[in-house]
């Protein structure tokens, strides 16, 4: 069994930095894309960020320039440096693998629980 483990979540005044992390963990072999989604109240789920095996990333365009994904393949987990936080950004934010690849299967879809980010002052 695979799961992804967020942490990194809080409260922050607008202007304010935040760093995300989400480890993926059961005996991995690679994951190709990892990325960021948030959800705000009300509001569809949507992309923030995504990572490739590789290092190429993709970025909302709400968030270039002030948001940036970084992973570290060696220890499966996932990162969301996030800068220069607005009010709008206030969202659950989750993790999100595609595929795992594992000694026992091949994953497809799996989401972190969700963290909470709150930009207000």
């Known amino acids: 069994q695979v799961q992804l483990v967020e942490s990194g979540g809080g409260l922050v005044q607008p202007g304010g930095s935040l760093r995300l992390s989400c480890a993926a963990s059961?005996?991995?072999?690679?994951?190709?894309?990892m990325g960021w989604y948030r959800q705000a109240p009300g509001k569809q789920r949507e992309l923030v960020a995504v990572i490739n095996e590789g290092g190429n990333t993709h970025y909302a365009n709400s968030v270039k320039g002030r948001f940036t994904i970084s992973r570290d393949n060696a220890k499966n987990t996932v990162y969301l440096q996030m800068n220069s936080l607005k009010p709008e950004d206030t969202a659950v934010y989750y993790c999100?693998?595609?595929?795992?690849?594992?000694?026992?299967?091949?994953?497809?879809?799996?989401w972190g629980q969700g963290t909470l980010v709150t930009v207000s002052s």
């Open positions: 059961g005996s991995i072999v690679s994951i190709n894309d």
């Open positions: 999100n693998a595609d595929p795992i690849v594992t000694t026992f299967g091949r994953y497809l879809g799996v």
